[in-house]
């Protein structure tokens, strides 16, 4: 939470990047360089369609608008502005997705080699770093909650372990929140990790609210852990694909900054880095206000959808003080099984029949993605709608399968798995193989399998079952998912 | 003095009527609402610049979407109303003795207030004893109701504002639930000429073909509402709304109106080819 003075809130005001093209949109400066569609002229349908404001601020970096590769103006004043609005030492803006934030932090922390410890249900993003710099995976697996079938947080005892029998790992990579809102005790793995000399880095994609709303579970930067990616397009109302990096005072930012510069665009786009000005400042000085109404849709919908009947919409009854540490209040995850559905078979018919988009289903439940853009109306008719298919398709849930946490045998790491000579072979004459590459479900596009490893008859008949009741799967060379490549 | 007002009914056509003066204008939480003194209309009533009712032709509106119902099903006791925070529907509604409960919902109350100070023609049976108002939103209000209504009258906005939710798979769905085994639907379904309007009108004519087993589509000319052609929805489970049609025993009752009657009753059910067509697209 922060601590908003008469002198922050002067300095949050502002939206340097975003006064910058304001300025710059005046002075109909004509254009001799790139991007070639000159505002917008150059493609008339693309304009009608994204509007002339849009199209008018599509520009390229200039000594007036500084370069993001090397910011030394508008772009670093607007990263100062968000370090402080998140109580980092740094900030990076970010323009190639929240996937780019947590790549950049991984190959900060870690290099070919060196072990990271980490929950087994993080981020493809988080694995893709490892084939990308050669780093190994330590996986804590997560407890699970049978009746719900998810994964939850990573125990304390469980990081101690694995930080007494790995000692030279280098970082420890925690999900605060996980997709469903759950949170470990972070405070105390970032204790753990500087205690025995290593970095603690935050997959906070789903947690940018914590840092502006109360009551929240804590965040990153104040449980003192030393980088954290931050999804400002998800509870924070920027732009698809930008999103902030932040850094605390361990990290060397001058490094930080050498490492995104190895992957990132040398034409990053103005809108979505106006976007992330904007939203920042949005934020720090209305976030308070604009997650409590959040928060209070939340725990509305819980309420209503729990006394439609055989759903269980889930929330911080759940907190156990340990795998589940504390949990986020604007997630609105509903169990659907007892009803005899697959949530993946709710998320169809939310969007086929009644017109409704939620974010992901999976074997077991739905999850509807609250922000700072809802209102009631839009909750009404989502409770609605779920009464109705209650109503209509209500079956006997024997023979549901319910989401088994598979604990996976790690046969190589994941670069060596990637490279590695390797066939391909139809999925069913797979099983004891190492697999040579991803398999999941997106969203939430947490990995079945990783590159190296064990490819086991449950992991098998999950990924068949999965794709029977339609979930659509993501990663192989083969889109239809009938053939896996394996190591020879 | 040269004051009009004007409604777009589409991007390039729009209606005009010259008014005397403003009466009312203010922001309520859900949308902003306006009441004008026509010099040919008497007293409207626009909702986010959309005109609800004239003093002049509510009429037409009201009779036609109570009395169709009212005339095919003999034992409509108990009425559900959603919107028509004006109090036109109810007004109709209570001149039959039959009815003994009607649950009005409305969303907003500054519909109801408004409408109480400056339209008191159309509001003036909202104290009837039958008639309880309820300030909800209609979708969670219909959520709790199983098998209790005999009608439900959906008169709602258009479905491009605070009232989509009314138009939705789900809001008819829960409407099936709410009525008894013999229950009748009759809803609002806009105009099928313009283009959007059309659209919308299809949407909604699918969701409820997919809902009720009976799902048939009557028109009345109405001349503030876009293209000055109207169409209601009449959604049954089990009544047909010609074929089980008690003409003498409507007319017995002596009711006095102005639009009604019980040979438009069975015209208004015969549509024209163009939209047979689009109805039968989607059915």
Same mark, same amino acid.
């Given at each position: 939470m922060l601590d908003r003075t008469t002198e922050f809130i002067r300095r949050q005001n502002r939206a340097p990047i975003h006064e910058a093209l304001e300025k710059f949109r005046n002075l109909r400066v004509v254009p001799f360089d790139v991007p070639g569609h000159k505002r917008g002229r150059g493609n008339p349908e693309l304009t009608s369609f994204l509007g002339q404001q849009c199209v008018s601020v599509d520009v390229n970096s200039m000594k007036?608008?500084?370069?993001?590769?090397?910011?030394?103006?508008?772009?670093?004043?607007a990263e100062i502005l968000a370090a402080e609005a998140f109580g980092a030492a740094e900030a990076f803006l970010m323009v190639g997705g929240t996937t780019s934030a947590v790549q950049s932090m991984v190959l900060t922390a870690c290099k070919r080699g060196e072990e990271i410890i980490l929950p087994r249900n993080v981020h493809r993003s988080v694995i893709n770093a490892l084939v990308l710099c050669g780093a190994v995976p330590v996986y804590v697996n997560p407890q699970v909650d049978r009746r719900l079938g998810i994964s939850l947080g990573m125990k304390v005892e469980q990081v101690e372990q694995a930080i007494r029998e790995h000692p030279n790992a280098v970082a420890v990579l925690v999900n605060n929140p996980t997709y469903y809102g759950i949170c470990s005790d972070l405070r105390s793995i970032v204790k753990l990790a500087h205690d025995h000399g290593m970095l603690c880095l935050a997959d906070e994609a789903h947690g940018t609210h914590f840092y502006f709303g109360e009551d929240l579970p804590v965040s990153a930067m104040d449980a003192g852990a030393d980088m954290a990616s931050v999804s400002m397009h998800k509870s924070g109302g920027s732009l698809t694909q930008s999103s902030f990096l932040l850094a605390g005072p361990n990290v060397h930012a001058g490094y930080v900054r050498q490492i995104i510069n190895?992957?990132?665009?040398?034409?990053?786009?103005?809108?979505?880095?106006?976007? +992330?000005?904007?939203?920042?400042?949005?934020?720090?000085?209305?976030?308070?206000?604009?997650?409590? &109404?959040?928060?209070?849709?939340?725990?509305y919908a819980r309420a209503e959808i729990?006394?439609?009947?055989g759903y269980y919409a889930?929330?911080?009854?759940?907190?156990?003080?340990?795998?589940?540490?504390?949990?986020?209040?604007?997630? +609105?995850?509903v169990h659907t099984l007892d009803i005899g559905m697959a949530g993946i078979e709710v998320y169809d018919l939310l969007r086929d029949d009644y017109d409704i988009q939620i974010e992901f289903g999976d074997i077991g439940n739905i999850l509807a993605y609250l922000s700072i853009g809802d209102r009631i109306q839009e909750v009404e008719r989502l409770v609605s709608a779920l009464a109705e298919i209650r109503r209509r398709y209500q079956r006997d849930k024997t023979g549901m399968l319910s989401q088994e946490y598979i604990d996976p045998q790690v046969v190589a790491s994941p670069q060596e798995a990637f490279y590695a000579?390797?066939?391909?072979?139809?999925?069913?004459?797979?099983?004891?193989?190492?697999?040579? &590459?991803?398999?999941?479900?997106?969203p939430p596009g947490i990995p079945i399998l990783a590159p190296g490893e064990r490819i086991t008859k449950d992991i098998l008949d999950y990924i068949l079952y999965a794709k029977e009741k339609g979930c659509s799967m993501t990663g192989p060379e083969d889109p239809n998912i009938e053939r896996l490549n394996v190591l020879i | 003095m040269d004051l009009w007002f004007s409604e777009k009914h589409t991007p390039d056509v729009k209606l005009s009527l010259r008014v005397e003066r403003q009466l009312f204008s203010k922001q309520s939480d859900y949308q902003r609402i306006d009441v004008f003194e =026509?010099?040919?209309?008497?007293?409207?009533?626009?909702?986010?610049?959309?005109?609800?009712?004239?003093?002049?032709?509510?009429?037409?509106?009201?009779?036609?979407?109570?009395?169709?119902?009212?005339?095919?099903?003999?034992?409509? =006791?108990?009425?559900?109303?959603?919107?028509?925070?004006?109090?036109?529907?109810?007004?109709?509604?209570?001149?039959? =003795?039959?009815?003994?409960?009607?649950?009005?919902?409305?969303?907003?109350?500054?519909?109801?207030?408004?409408?109480?100070?400056y339209l008191p023609g159309n509001a003036c049976q909202l104290d009837?004893?039958?008639?309880?108002?309820?300030?909800?939103?209609?979708?969670?209000?219909?959520?709790?109701?199983e098998n209790e209504y005999d009608l439900i009258i959906v008169d709602s906005n258009d479905p491009f504002g605070p009232s989509e939710g009314l138009f939705t798979k789900e809001f008819y769905g829960n409407c099936y639930k709410a009525l008894k085994e013999d229950g009748i639907m009759v809803n609002q379904q806009g105009s099928p000429f313009y283009q959007q309007d059309a659209d919308a009108m299809q949407r909604s004519h699918k969701r409820i073909a997919n809902t009720f087993p009976i799902c048939r589509v009557y028109q009345a000319h109405i001349p503030t509402y876009a293209a000055g052609y109207w169409l209601f929805g009449f959604a049954s489970k089990k009544y047909h709304p010609i074929d089980d049609f008690d003409s003498k025993a409507w007319n017995d009752l002596h009711m006095r109106t102005r639009y009604y009657t019980t040979r438009l009753h069975k015209g208004a059910f015969y549509l024209p080819a163009f939209l047979e067509e689009m109805l039968e697209e989607v059915e």
């Open positions: 007036p608008l500084d370069n993001l590769c090397h910011p030394i103006s508008v772009i670093r004043e190895l992957t990132q665009t040398t034409s990053a786009s103005y809108l979505l880095m106006s976007s +992330l000005d904007i939203s920042r400042r949005n934020l720090a000085l209305r976030g308070d206000v604009i997650f409590r &109404e959040v928060r209070r849709i939340a725990e729990n006394s439609v009947g889930f929330g911080p009854e759940m907190i156990n003080g340990d795998s589940i540490f504390d949990f986020d209040p604007i997630k +609105l995850s000579q390797k066939e391909s072979l139809p999925i069913e004459q797979t099983e004891g193989r190492v697999c040579s &590459e991803f398999v999941m479900c997106y | =026509s010099c040919e209309f008497g007293r409207i009533l626009a909702l986010d610049g959309n005109i609800m009712l004239t003093e002049r032709d509510e009429f037409i509106y009201n009779e036609m979407i109570v009395h169709v119902p009212m005339a095919v099903h003999q034992g409509i =006791s108990r009425v559900l109303v959603i919107g028509a925070g004006d109090g036109g529907v109810v007004k109709e509604l209570t001149r039959y =003795s039959r009815i003994e409960h009607i649950d009005l919902v409305e969303m907003d109350p500054m519909v109801v207030d408004a409408c109480r100070q009837d004893e039958r008639v309880h108002i309820h300030y909800e939103n209609a979708l969670k209000f219909i959520r709790y109701c």
